[in-house]
């Protein structure tokens, strides 16, 4: 079980004012906040990011949209915080995703869905370790 995820609050929260509601979902089901920047990414940066997602026919729309406008990245510390936080925001599209969720409440479309969430341990590090140096954490 771990205890720490990696997030983002993507462009399309941002740009419709949905930061604050948003961070509030996140402190109330119980996550501290270990790390937080706000900052616009490059498409390069985006594709580095993505990268796994590469061979995917959405990729140039997914790094294309992640790059288009600032974003919140943050690194969250909770019990099972990779699944937990997975539950939190719901499911990919937000047309599937559960009532009460993230998604259900703040994404306008599949591919801008307002949040990002890391799909494993693994997968949460390398991406906190992206965005955040030692000295960024708390
Ligand atoms: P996640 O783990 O729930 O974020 O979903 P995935 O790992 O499958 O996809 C990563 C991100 O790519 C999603 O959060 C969406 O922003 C985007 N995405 C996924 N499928 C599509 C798609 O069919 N079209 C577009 N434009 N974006 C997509």
Known sequence: MSNRTFTMI???AVRNGHIG???Q???AAGFR???MKYL???KQQAEKFYEVHSERPFYGELTEFMSSGPIVAAILEKDNAVADFRTLIGATNPAQ???GTIRKKYATSLGENAVHGSDSD??????GNFFFSGLERF
């Open 21 to 23: 509601n948003i961070l």
């Open 40 to 42: 616009k990414i490059s």
């Open 122 to 127: 693994e997968n949460a590090a390398i991406e």
């Open 97 to 99: 995703a559960e009532e």
């Open 33 to 35: 906040i270990i790390a």
């Open 10 to 12: 993507k462009p399309d």
């Open 25 to 27: 979902m996140i402190n």
